[in-house]
């Protein structure tokens, strides 16, 4: 998470091939997922967002995190639940527990 408007705009042009300034935000999360940037042409010059969660770690969709896969699109929703520290992933329904209660019987 070091890398400054020079280095991320060279990224975005040379892996992802892209122009900095077209108009897409383009993220940048670090390794331990706690920390994110956002890279983005605002009208006169590039802007730059840096956050880092204070606990917890940055959920990111399904399929983003495979090697092979350079860039991700995903819609102003998905990108305001990340924000937001929301886990944007569908949750598995959990199975139904059980509870025992106790009968009290009164003589």
């Not at 042409?41 to 940055?58: E, P, V």
């Amino acid at each position: 998470m070091r890398w400054g408007f020079n280095r991320l705009s060279g990224v975005v042009a040379e892996r992802i091939g892209r122009d900095v300034r077209c108009g897409a935000l383009f993220l940048f999360m670090g390794r331990s997922g706690s920390a994110l940037k956002i890279l983005f042409f605002h009208g006169t010059g590039l802007c730059l967002f840096y956050k880092r969660l204070d606990a917890g770690l940055f959920r990111i969709p399904s399929g983003a995190d495979d090697p092979a896969r350079q860039t991700i699109a995903i819609d102003e929703d998905v990108l305001n639940a990340l924000l937001d520290g929301i886990d944007i992933e569908v949750p598995q329904k959990e199975k139904a527990k059980t509870v025992k209660r106790r009968s009290k019987t009164l003589h």
